[in-house]
């Protein structure tokens, strides 16, 4: 496994979005299997985004277009990073807001969603670019047969990490879920927008010089 993909795959798993909505499900429900639906929901979602950049990353290579041809794949990791740059300006603008510090509206009705609802909301939050980056990194590699498959299902299981922990913890832990929620939810809703924008500042340059380079090199 690359240095590279271990980069993205932790960088898929600090989302702070999903941390808070799956302690809100768990805090106001009182359904740790909201949550649970939820963390499902994101790996699919990653799996199915990194899976489909790897088939056609590879149906590209299969057809002879070769090593020179992957300038392609740069020029996603490039897009990736612009797109990931312009969310981390954004949040930043809105963290020195004095009214824009606020949750997401969306937040307000995690607590009562049912487990379909909360299975769609892990789905569409917003790792998939980091998964298509993810798919990317695999062709780059050159891995053949089950190997980049492995790739795919290490990326979704470091991606998932911090989705799937924290729900498992207070699963085994229902005693001490009440305090733990309490603590969490205070400290994500002061500081979730700096974790925002630092963790997609990083990101974004990784991806920018990372796509730089593989354009130059093909």
């Known amino acids: 496994m690359s240095i ?7 960088a898929t798993t600090i989302s702070p979005l999903f941390v808070i909505a799956a302690v809100l499900m768990m805090s106001e429900s009182e359904k740790v299997r909201t949550a649970w639906a939820a963390a499902f929901g994101w790996a ?3 799996g199915v985004c990194c899976a489909a950049m790897v088939v056609l990353g590879g149906a590209v290579h299969d057809s002879g277009s070769g090593h020179r041809k992957h300038w392609w794949l740069g020029a996603i990791d490039l897009t990736v990073g612009l797109v990931v740059a312009y969310v981390a300006v ?4 809105r963290s020195r807001s004095n009214t824009d510090r606020d949750l997401p509206k969306w937040m307000n009705r995690v607590g009562t969603m049912s487990v379909v609802t909360a299975f769609g909301l892990g789905l569409f939050l917003p790792a998939n670019v980091l998964a298509y980056a993810a798919g990317s990194e695999i062709v780059q590699q050159h891995f053949h047969g089950a190997e980049k498959w492995v790739a795919v299902g290490l990326y979704v299981l470091i991606g998932s990490l911090l989705e799937v922990i924290p729900v498992l913890y207070l699963t085994v832990r229902p005693k001490s879920r009440e305090r733990l929620l309490s603590t969490w939810h205070r400290w994500l809703d002061n500081h979730w927008q700096q974790v925002l924008v630092v963790l997609f500042s990083v990101v974004s340059v990784f991806l920018i010089v990372k796509g730089a380079i593989a354009i130059l090199r093909a």
């Open 44 to 46: 699919v979602s990653i």
């Open 4 to 10: 590279n993909l271990l980069v993205l795959g932790i």
């Open 90 to 93: 954004r949040e930043l603008r």
